[in-house]
């Protein structure tokens, strides 16, 4: 089954939309999971189907449930907000294949450092007024110039996971 989508533009619900992420450390005994509060975003449908948009994180939005190790992943050794007070991602073409998977193409940017992504989201809801997609995938940190990792604590990727609700806008 293929569902079709309104072309047109759509706006992130931040409301109804979370991004978290999740990753091993202490030798990889313990997962630790923090939600960005703060995310915008807005996309456009094209007629021939494909979509492009972007999706804002705030640094200083990360919320892991301990006020020590936000602050220190705030910080310079991780996210460095003062100077990089938001995360990116520029999708730069989106497509509906195979039933409900979205292949999705894009550039991430975190710590003023750009990298491209690629992932296949699930569209989970459509209708002529709001969509929701699904996505999870990984990411090397390294990549993004977050390399700090005392006594070789922390090993291997980032996993995003995000559901994202977009209601279409008047036109």
Known sequence: MTVAVETGTW?????????GIKHK???GLVTVKGTFGAVSGQGEVRPDGSAVGTLTLAVASLDTKNAKRDTHLKGADFFDADNH???TFAVRSAELRDGDKVHVIGQ?????ISRPQTFTARLTGADADALT????????RDHFGMGWNQLGMIRGLTTVSTTLRFTRTAA
């Open 11 to 19: 706006q992130l619900d931040s409301a109804a939309s979370t991004v």
């Open 25 to 27: 450390t202490m030798w």
């Open 85 to 87: 007070p938001e995360i």
């Open 108 to 112: 991430l940017t975190a710590r003023g």
């Open 133 to 140: 997609l699904d996505a999870e995938f990984s990411v090397d």
